[in-house]
């Protein structure tokens, strides 16, 4: 079965930067657009940065833009999210998500299959 499992959460002060990575099998990885979303207790999931299946078309969210860089290493089968200038906004679980769209990545219903979350939590 398809699984995607999430690494590289933890805790860091507010400035400081963690590189999250997501292992997936199951599924034909370069078939697949990949996405980072994030989910704070009682609001909505929101994908905050997307690629394409060669890596090649990012999406970020604003809230993001110019502080995170989502790519993905085909051959390993292995997507990344390098984070930096974190902010205790930026707390939260964050999910690697796949999806079979070729467009409009920023929508969340638009994932197929979601990990399990890795927690970030950013001190002020």
């Known amino acids: 079965q398809v699984q995607l499992v999430e690494s590289g959460g933890g805790l860091v002060q507010a400035g400081g930067s963690l590189r999250l990575s997501c292992s997936a099998s199951?599924?034909?990885?370069?078939?697949?657009?990949m996405g980072w979303s994030r989910q704070v207790p009682g609001k909505e999931r929101e994908i905050v940065a997307a690629i394409n299946r060669s890596g090649g078309n990012t999406y970020y969210n604003d809230s993001v833009k110019g502080r995170f860089t989502i790519s993905r290493d085909n051959s390993k089968n292995t997507l990344y999210l390098q984070m930096n200038s974190l902010e205790p906004e930026d707390t939260a679980v964050y999910y690697c998500?796949?999806?079979?769209?070729?467009?409009?990545?920023?929508?969340?219903?638009?994932?197929?299959?979601w990990g399990q979350g890795t927690q970030v939590t950013v001190s002020s």
């Open positions: 998500a796949a999806t079979m769209a070729y467009d409009r990545w920023w929508i969340a219903t638009k994932y197929n299959y």
């Open positions: 199951g599924l034909t990885f370069s078939s697949y657009a």
